[in-house]
């Protein structure tokens, strides 16, 4: 196996063995493009281009395939460029476990927490002037729950690798709460005591709606990780 060799100056690897892209000026640009390219492909944002989309069309179908589309595009891209800032980088120095900046997790939970009131707004507001189309509201609040499931673990996964990243957890717990608050809300308003077994059924719809949507979002994430270390590992 070739040596690798540093093509740009990094910081001293006795003071600072393990080095981050933000650490490095040339890979800070790919690495927030693939920041920004990630809330695009973020389940709230995702959820607010459904609302939207689903207002404007009144049609089924155009409010989950398209962001479904937009979403996988993004995360691809997200990846694609993620790569390009830890190419700047030798594997051996590469520090994957250390999490983005703590002002970027905390702007990350304020973008989702802002998506996810915007799609609350619309819905409360669509649904006091327009009659929703059967079983819509169901779906919505099904989805919203499998976001704050997803939130949930994210947490837990965030508390059980990195429990001293208290910006970290804060921004979690912020993401969650937020959640929280917009299905609750959503809930009460749009169904209140309506709920019966076929409403609970397209709710729980929802909900695995989201969460395969995410499943397949970390599934692209994992694989773009394992290629690109499979590439540096054959350089």
Same mark, same amino acid.
Request: no cysteine.
């Given at each position: /196996?070739? @040596?690798?060799?540093?093509?740009?100056? !990094?910081?001293?690897?006795?003071?600072?063995?393990?080095?981050? $892209?933000?650490?490095? $000026?040339?890979?800070?640009?790919?690495?927030?493009?693939?920041?920004?390219?990630?809330?695009?492909?973020? !389940?709230?944002?995702? &959820?607010?281009?459904?609302?939207?989309?689903?207002?404007?069309?009144?049609?089924?179908?155009?409010?989950?395939?398209?962001?479904?589309?937009?979403?996988? !595009?993004?995360?691809?891209?997200? @990846?694609?460029?993620?790569?390009?800032?830890?190419?700047?980088?030798?594997?051996?120095?590469?520090?994957?476990?250390?999490?983005?900046?703590?002002?970027?997790?905390?702007?990350?939970? &304020?973008?989702?927490?802002?998506?996810?009131?915007?799609?609350?707004?619309?819905?409360?507001?669509?649904?006091?002037?327009?009659? &929703?189309?059967?079983?819509?509201? @169901?779906?919505?609040?099904?989805?919203?729950?499998?976001?704050?499931?997803?939130?949930?673990?994210?947490?837990?996964?965030?508390?059980?690798?990195?429990?001293?990243?208290? /910006?970290?957890?804060?921004?979690?717990?912020?993401?969650?709460?937020?959640?929280?608050?917009?299905?609750?809300?959503?809930?009460?308003?749009?169904?209140?005591?309506?709920?019966?077994?076929?409403?609970?059924?397209?709710?729980? /719809?929802?909900?695995?709606? /989201?969460?395969?949507?995410?499943?397949?979002?970390?599934?692209?994430?994992?694989?773009?990780?394992?290629?690109?270390?499979? @590439?540096?590992?054959?350089?």
């Amino acid at each position: /196996m070739k @040596e690798i060799k540093e093509v740009i100056d !990094l910081p001293s690897a006795q003071t600072n063995p393990l080095v981050h $892209p933000l650490d490095v $000026p040339p890979a800070r640009r790919p690495y927030l493009a693939a920041w920004w390219l990630r809330r695009l492909a973020s !389940l709230p944002v995702a &959820f607010l281009a459904g609302v939207a989309l689903w207002v404007i069309s009144t049609h089924v179908v155009t409010p989950i395939v398209v962001p479904i589309v937009v979403l996988t !595009l993004a995360a691809l891209a997200a @990846e694609y460029y993620a790569g390009q800032a830890w190419d700047y980088i030798p594997r051996k120095r590469q520090d994957r476990g250390r999490g983005a900046a703590a002002l970027l997790q905390l702007a990350a939970s &304020f973008i989702d927490a802002i998506a996810l009131v915007a799609s609350l707004l619309i819905l409360i507001g669509w649904v006091s002037t327009h009659s &929703f189309s059967e079983n819509v509201e @169901e779906f919505a609040v099904g989805a919203g729950a499998g976001i704050a499931l997803l939130q949930l673990a994210q947490l837990i996964a965030t508390l059980l690798r990195r429990p001293r990243e208290w /910006m970290g957890i804060a921004s979690r717990l912020l993401a969650l709460v937020a959640v929280v608050v917009a299905v609750l809300v959503a809930s009460a308003t749009l169904i209140a005591d309506q709920w019966s077994r076929e409403s609970i059924e397209l709710a729980l /719809m929802g909900g695995a709606t /989201m969460i395969v949507i995410q499943l397949s979002w970390w599934l692209i994430q994992l694989i773009g990780s394992r290629r690109s270390r499979h @590439e540096e590992v054959e350089q």
